[in-house]
């Protein structure tokens, strides 16, 4: 059983996530409260440690050394941030009501951030693509997160009713919360990088379990104010089809310009799979630091999960099938 759904991109994680989501429904009392211990505080605390362990794993010398074929990390990183944005923008006038400009918030959040960083590489390598161009991009499209995730979210996802995202306090959170910790990561990196590389494994642990009690306490706050009271089931179900629908849609694009520039098929492998991933990771820490206290930041979640999710099985065939086409 646990093979099989392995085979189909589905984890312990995202088997643990719906469980979060579950949880808050019928228990979301711990992650409201604020005595004698706040989740959501602890929470915040994970974020910075997450990031400071990101920085000490970043090698500033394999960075250098990837710098080499330029074109395919600019369509890449092309991809993340421009292209996936330009996308939502333009699906905006779709949305008309409050609940629907609010999910459409919660889109353009999702088409705003990084590409992943571990699940991208495993699909490369599975596909037999460029596995340095891969680790290279990713640890290049985290940090430059950091800079473009905030400044698109500051022009489009605006102050209403639900969301509350204050330009004015975004900058001071993401240098204390965020920025600060890789920097202190990439300079203790020649002393302590080896170690961080040895307890991988660990510091994933920790990382994911983070991730899991900022679900958790984002969509209790979520389901205590009844935010998700609008949405049915046949909505649930069109929003993951548009989410597929995307992943899909940016895959072919991106084959196509690669094909158009002349990139070999191990590049091509590595464009499709780095430039089509959203990273649930920093969707989960940016989102906690960026709409701090927003009781809807279990909706502006919401894609982003089911993107997560879809992501990793579509991405887990096509990878499987791109391999064996090598193969044979």
């Known amino acids: 059983m646990k093979s099989t759904l392995a085979r189909w991109g589905i984890d312990g994680f995202l088997l643990a996530i719906v469980a979060m989501i579950i949880l808050a429904y019928l228990v979301p009392g711990p992650g409201l409260a604020k005595e004698p211990f706040s989740l959501e505080e602890a929470a915040n605390y994970g974020v910075s440690i997450i990031f400071f362990f ?15 074929n330029w074109k395919m990390h600019v369509l890449i990183q092309a991809t993340t941030f421009i292209f996936f944005p330009l996308l939502a923008l333009a699906v905006k006038p779709f949305f008309h009501s409050e609940d629907g400009i609010l999910l459409w918030q919660a889109i353009f959040f999702l088409a705003a951030l990084p590409s992943t960083v571990s699940s991208s590489v495993v699909m490369v390598s599975i596909a037999r693509g460029n596995i340095p161009a891969a680790i290279f991009n990713a640890g290049i499209s985290s940090l430059l997160g950091l800079v473009f995730t905030p400044l698109w979210t500051g022009l489009f996802i605006t102050s209403n009713s639900e969301v509350h995202a204050d330009t004015s306090q975004i900058v001071g959170k993401l240098l204390l919360q965020v920025l600060l910790p890789v920097v202190l990561g990439l300079l203790l990196h020649r ?29 209790c706050h979520s389901f205590y104010l009844h935010l998700f009271d609008n949405f049915t089931a046949g909505g649930l179900l069109l929003l993951g089809a548009g989410m597929l629908t995307l992943f899909l849609a940016v895959m072919g ?28 990771v920093h ?16 909706i502006l979640l919401l894609p ?9 099985i579509a991405a887990s065939i096509l990878a499987q099938a791109a391999a064996k086409r090598q193969i044979n």
């Open 54 to 68: 990101y920085g000490l794993r970043l090698s500033p010398r394999a960075m250098r050394e990837g710098l080499a």
């Open 191 to 219: 002393y302590w990088g080896a170690f961080a590389e040895t307890h991988k494994k660990k510091l994933k642990l920790f990382d994911q379990t983070v991730i899991l009690i900022i679900i958790y306490t984002s969509f």
């Open 253 to 280: 694009i991106v084959y196509g310009i690669s094909q158009l520039l002349g990139f070999s098929a191990a590049d091509r492998i590595t464009v499709i799979f780095c430039g089509s991933k959203k990273s649930l």
């Open 283 to 298: 969707g989960t820490v940016m989102a906690n630091v960026l709409f701090a206290g927003s009781a809807a930041t279990g």
């Open 304 to 312: 982003l999960m089911f993107y997560h999710a879809l992501q990793l």
